[in-house]
């Protein structure tokens, strides 16, 4: 019955562990994306700045409302390749340009180890729940704001 006990305590432990870490304690920006009509979409955007801020970024969160995403900021424009290790939720993901410019929407496979690869060098990439950009109708060639 103590070991029965014991393991559960343990077990507990590490579930309560692994739900503690998904939480996030990145700054939360709002963002605003224009449109090519012009309209202002609003997206409150968690900013991953730093190198381990950008390797842990979705990973292990369960569900990403819409209108809500995370901004990720380059020291430099590069091509960017992002995979979806340990991330359950389905998401999309923009690449940005310098300009602001949206160069890239691809959406990603949950769990997936395969490359998502920018098609030219940008500095930032925004991640939202798949299918959100086409639902607030942003496209590539769309901009961001660079207010932030």
């Known amino acids: 019955m103590r070991k029965s006990l014991y393991l559960f305590s343990f077990l507990f432990f590490v579930f309560l562990s692994a739900s503690c870490s998904a939480k996030s304690n990145l700054p939360v920006k709002k963002l605003t994306l224009v449109n090519s009509q012009g309209s202002e979409i609003a997206v409150k955007a968690e900013i991953a700045s730093t190198f381990a801020e950008r390797q842990n970024g979705f990973m292990f969160r369960q569900k990403i409302p819409d209108g809500t995403g995370m901004l990720f900021i380059f020291e430099e424009e590069q091509v960017l390749n992002f995979w979806m290790k340990n991330t ?21 496979t949950p769990f997936s ?20 950009f086409d639902k607030v109708n942003i496209k590539v060639g769309d901009k961001l704001k660079l207010n932030f």
Not at 88 to 108: C, V
Not at 113 to 132: D, F, I, R
Request: aromatic share 8%; hydrophobic share 40%; no cysteine.
């Open 88 to 108: 359950p939720h389905p998401l999309s993901i923009a690449y940005i340009d310098k300009n602001g410019r949206i160069r890239d929407i691809l959406d990603m």
């Open 113 to 132: 180890l395969a490359n998502v690869t920018s098609s030219t060098n940008v500095l930032y990439a925004l991640e939202v729940p798949q299918g959100w």
